[in-house]
Structure formats: C-alpha cells, structure tokens
C-alpha cells in the first residue's frame, strides 16, 4: 500500500493522482502487447494496482515480490501523465522525447534525435525527499537551469570534449584514460554498480561445457589479475563472487576463481580432451572451440576476450570472438550453436538482482532457456526464486549467499571485475552524484567558477 503526497503534479500541470499512479505500474508491471511496450523485468510476479481513495493505492502480486518498493525508485519506474501514458507505440519511438511528461525537476525542452537532449529546471518544483533538500529543508528547483546531454560513442570524443573544457561532465571514460584526465585537473568519480559484476556466463547446456571439469578447466584457466593490471585501473576491484562486493546480499566465494593452469590442464586431461596437432584439445574428433559474445556496453569487451583467448590457448581451448554490429550480437545470443559464453553485467540495489540475472523468467543470462522453458538447473531456479519470495530481509540475503555459493560449485559463471561507472568531473561542478546503480543524477548539482 503506497499513500500519495498532496500538491504533486506533472510539468503539463496535471495532477498526480491515484488513478495516474495505478495506470503507470499496470503499464510498468504488464507491458502492452499492442503499444510493443514490454513489462519490467523488476516485477515479474505483477497483477494490478487498486485505487483505495484519492491519497492511497494498493498493489496485488501472484507471488511475494519484497523487491517492489526498490523497483519503483528505479529509472524506469519514473511516473508519466495521463498525456504519456495515452501514446501510441510510435509516440514512445525516438524523436519523440519532448512527450514524456514526468513528475521531476528537469524537463525535456528539446531533442536532436540520437545526438542531443536538453533539460531545464522545472520552475514550480517542490517535492524532493527532504533528506535531498539542497539547502536545510529546501526540496525545490535544481540550482542548475539546463543541462545539454550530448551523445558521444567515441572515447576519443568524450575525453576530448572534457578535456577542452567543453563538457562539465563525460560519462563511461575508459580505464587508460582516467590518469590523463587527472593530469589535466579534471576529477574521476567512479559510482558502483551494485549488482552482478561483469562475468562471462556458461552456457552449460551446450554439449562441450556440460561437463563441470571443462568449466572448471576454463576458470582456472584464467588469470583474471593480469587482465585486470593490463587493461583497467584501480576504479575496477576484481571480483570475488558473482555479485559485487557493493551488491545487496554479497558473498565472497573464496578461491573459487583461483588462477592455475597446470590444474586446468589436468581436468581436461580427466575429461578426455587430449591436445590436437594444432595445440587446441579434441575428443570424439570435435575441437574445443568455443565462441564469446561482443558486449559492446561492457568495458572493454573486446580486449578482455582476446587475453582470454590468449591464456585459454595455453591450456588447449580455443575462443572466438562473434563478428558483427550490436544487433547481431543480440540475435547471436540466442542460438546456443553462436554464443557459449556470455560477457554479461546487470545492476540493481537490491537482493532481486541475482535472481534478475539468471532466472528463466527474467533476462536468462545463462542462455539456457529452450522449448521447456527452463535454464536446465531446476535447483537453480528453485534457489533463485527463493531470493524473491522470502519474507525477511535476512533471508533473501541468505538466499542471494546460496545461489553465489552455487554458481561457483558448478562453475557456471566466470566473474571478472566490479564493473563501475566511471565519469570524469570538471573541478567547478560540485554535487553532481551517481544513483544506487552508477547512472549520474543532477538535482544537488551547481556550476560556480566557470570561465
């Protein structure tokens, strides 16, 4: 049950209601095949919302969901007019920024499709959360009038631009270049991500990684610190579980991901994997050949596969790294005969992150889902469940302990570092802070100094 503050309205002037509200978690929780618009993966187990009276709504689960209440706080989960809400599919397709009418302190005044949106400061906003008052109990408007989000996808011109003094703040500033932009005085905020590190997933259901002693093989295989040491900084600690150390319900799985060839060689040779004349291990006259996808939005993907690929070589697995564009990445990922291991991250502030992660009925990033609808593990998936089912926060952080525990035991996953967003920060803009998941937030942000 949620109850609605007074006087709260949308940037067309309307009210937030609680009609408005139940509307936008129906849309949240349910999708709309119609609109193209797909339900949230935060709140699989949704029914519908229940208006009780003006100030009061109540919200009705098919299953326990204690992940609700961080999951209307997220991004995503940001409440949109009745206006909004009304759209048609194309209204919600890019080019059409400028229509979402929301609740908050900035409004979309302006939109260069793919290059460019601008906000400005909502004049008669008054009802930030009072321990976010800029100024004693001040809840208003930002002290920031615009902000101009340009969209750069090339490193070189994110660097460049905060470098010449043309940007105040340049978001996901690679690892080699953090030192250069400190050298020319300008600040590096690296915001956790709290969530499952970034990792390359199993796809175990795949008959030459369905044997654990290959698995196992592959993450002793790995020497995760040098590939850490030659290509990141300090801004990216290695990862001692399949959560991040940061992540709602952590547990360190120690020396589970401990970097030994020579015991690597051993369980392949245990699997009946002999060396080929080329180096690379055949049985049943099959290679072992493997290929990882491209996460174009992970850090460094590219390099990190090819050390991998470098290092798994020595032991006698070979790696390939899947050719083409995001898109064919994306439809890649399906076919278990494309993709076997899976570079893959996701965050979230709170325990549900885990089960959002590998869970059949949400993002399934072990790749294993088939015509039976499962990922393969029904003790997974029962594991997994039970982090979003339990009542207490104790147990759900059990639970989330249970399932780490259990991705190491079947060396299911191969998690590399805590994947951050790294932001470099001109030294004249003060407050500016990144949200629970890394993504950079505005309202406590000013600009004094400036030339």
């Known amino acids: ?61 098919t299953d326990p969901e204690p992940g609700f209440p961080q999951a209307t706080s997220s991004f995503n989960a940001g409440l949109l007019a009745d206006a909004s809400l009304d759209m048609t599919d194309e209204g919600f397709a890019p080019g059409n920024a400028r229509r979402v009418i929301g609740s908050g302190p900035f409004v979309i005044t302006d939109e260069e499709r793919n290059t460019e949106l601008t906000l400005s400061a909502r004049e008669d906003y008054d009802w930030a959360p009072p321990e976010l008052g800029k100024r004693g109990e001040n809840t208003g408007r930002p002290d920031l009038d615009t902000i101009h989000v340009v969209v750069a996808k090339e490193d070189s011109v994110r660097v460049g631009g905060i470098k010449s003094g043309q940007g105040d703040v340049a978001r996901q500033i690679e690892a080699p270049e953090e030192k250069h932009l400190t050298d020319a005085g300008v600040n590096i905020l690296s915001a956790p991500t709290s969530g499952v590190n970034n990792q390359i997933a199993l796809r175990f259901r795949h008959p030459l990684l369905s044997d654990i002693r290959v698995r196992r093989a592959i993450i002793a295989g790995v020497d995760r610190e040098r590939i850490l040491s030659s290509l990141f900084s300090g801004s990216y600690p290695l990862a001692t579980s399949a959560l991040a150390s940061t992540a709602m319900g952590y547990r360190e799985q120690k020396d589970a991901y401990t970097f030994d060839p020579e015991h690597a060689k051993e369980l392949l040779d245990e699997a009946g994997w002999v060396p080929g004349s080329d180096g690379i291990r055949v049985k049943d006259g099959k290679r072992l050949s493997l290929t990882a996808n491209d996460a174009e939005q992970q850090p460094r993907t590219r390099e990190v596969v090819t ?145």
């Open 307 to 451: 050390m991998v690929q470098e290092q798994l070589k020595k032991i006698g697995i070979d790696v390939q790294l899947y050719p083409g564009d995001v898109a064919a990445q994306k439809a890649a990922q399906t076919d278990i005969d494309k993709i076997q291991l899976n570079v893959t991250m996701v965050g979230r502030a709170d325990y549900d992150v885990i089960k959002s992660q590998y869970y059949s009925g949400n993002r399934n990033q072990l790749l294993n889902m088939t015509g039976d609808e499962s990922i393969g593990d029904e003790h997974l998936e029962e594991l997994l469940r039970k982090v979003s089912s339990s009542a207490t926060s104790e147990d759900r952080a059990d639970a989330s302990g249970d399932v780490q525990d259990y991705l190491s035991e079947q060396a299911y996953v191969l998690p590399m570092f805590e994947e951050p967003q790294v932001y470099g920060v001109q030294s004249y803009v003060h407050g500016f802070r990144a949200e629970s998941i890394g993504r950079p937030w505005f309202y406590l942000t000013s600009v004094e100094g400036e030339e």
């Open 1 to 61: 049950t949620f109850h609605l503050r007074d006087g709260v309205t949308y940037s067309d002037g309307t009210p937030l209601t609680a009609e408005n509200v139940v509307r936008n978690f129906d849309l949240f929780g349910k999708g709309d095949k119609e609109r193209k618009l797909t339900s949230s993966e935060q709140i699989s187990t949704y029914d519908h919302g229940e208006v009780l009276d003006d100030h009061t709504v109540r919200f009705h689960f």
